[in-house]
C-alpha cells in the first residue's frame, strides 16, 4: 500500500513560536491531503483540507491564520503551527489518497505529537 | 452530513471471548465504512474497509465486519480476543467520491483481561 511519512514525530517548543510539520507521500501523487488533531483519548477531528496549488479549506472552528498549510508539491503539504500556546499541544495527522486506486482509501502518516511548553 | 456513532465508549472482554465493536452510521447513500485501530503513541492502521463489493467483511489479525444497509451498521467482530487486541478503535466513514475526508467517531476503547 501507499505510504505517508510525517516529519517530526514529535516537538517541543516554547510558547509563542512557531512549529511546521511536514506530511509526505512517498510513493504517490496526492492532489488532496488532510489534516487532522486528536487530543489526549479522543477522536480524530478534520481541520483542513490541503489542495495542492490552491488555498486549504479549513473547518468551521479552525483559525486559518493560525494553522497555515501549504501543499506546494503533489508529495508535500506543511502546517505550521503559528504562536503556539499550551492549548495547541495535541496529536496532529495527516493524510492522502492515492487517486491510481479505486478504493478511495486513505493512508495516514504515523502522526506528530506536539508540546507547546 | 456523514457521521458516525460508536457505541460505547469501553468495552471490556476477557481472552478468548468474542469481540464486538459497534458502529452505525449516517448517511443519505451507502458510504465507504472504514475500521482503523490505533495503540497507544501511534498513528491509524486500517483493520479493514467496505467499498460495496461483498457486505461481509475481512480484515487483519482476524477481524471482520458485516455492513447491514437496513440497520446502518458496520459493527466489527473478533472471535477470540487476545491480549494484544488491546488498543482504541475507530470506525470512520466517508463519500464514494476520491479526495474525500474521513470523519470518524469518537473510538472504543478495547480492554482484553486474561
Known amino acids: 500500500g501507499a505510504v505517508v511519512s510525517q516529519h517530526p514525530s514529535w516537538v517541543i517548543c516554547k510558547s509563542g513560536t512557531s512549529v511546521k510539520i511536514e506530511c509526505r507521500s512517498l510513493?504517490?501523487?496526492?492532489?488532496?491531503m488532510f489534516w487532522y488533531r486528536q487530543f489526549p483519548k479522543q477522536s480524530l477531528m478534520l481541520m483542513a483540507t490541503?489542495?495542492?496549488?490552491?488555498?486549504?479549506?479549513?473547518e468551521q472552528g479552525v483559525e486559518k491564520d493560525k494553522f497555515l498549510i501549504n501543499h506546494a508539491s503533489l508529495t508535500l503539504s506543511t502546517l505550521t503551527v503559528t504562536s503556539a500556546h499550551p492549548e495547541d499541544s495535541s496529536f496532529y495527522i495527516c493524510?492522502?489518497?492515492?487517486?491510481?486506486?479505486?478504493?478511495?482509501?486513505?493512508?495516514f502518516g504515523p502522526g506528530t505529537r506536539l508540546t507547546v511548553t | 452530513a456523514q457521521s458516525v456513532t460508536q457505541l460505547g465508549s469501553h468495552v471490556s472482554v476477557s481472552e478468548g471471548a468474542l469481540v464486538l465493536l459497534r458502529c452505525n452510521y449516517s448517511?443519505?447513500?451507502?458510504?465507504?465504512l472504514f475500521w482503523y485501530v490505533q495503540y497507544p503513541n501511534q498513528g491509524l492502521q486500517l483493520l479493514l474497509k467496505?467499498?460495496?463489493?461483498?457486505?461481509l467483511v475481512k480484515g487483519i489479525n482476524g477481524f471482520e465486519a458485516e455492513f447491514k444497509k437496513s440497520e446502518t451498521s458496520f459493527h466489527l467482530t473478533k472471535p477470540s480476543a487476545h491480549m494484544s487486541d488491546a488498543a482504541e478503535y475507530f470506525c470512520a466513514v466517508s463519500e464514494r467520491e476520491a479526495g474525500t475526508a474521513l470523519i470518524f467517531g469518537k473510538g472504543t476503547t478495547l480492554s482484553v483481561s486474561s
Open positions: 467496505y467499498t460495496s463489493a461483498a457486505t
Open positions: 490541503s489542495n495542492e496549488g490552491s488555498k486549504a479549506t479549513y
Open positions: 448517511s443519505s447513500v451507502p458510504p465507504y
Open positions: 510513493d504517490f501523487q496526492a492532489t488532496t
Open positions: 493524510s492522502a489518497g492515492d487517486p491510481s486506486e479505486s478504493s478511495y482509501e486513505q493512508y
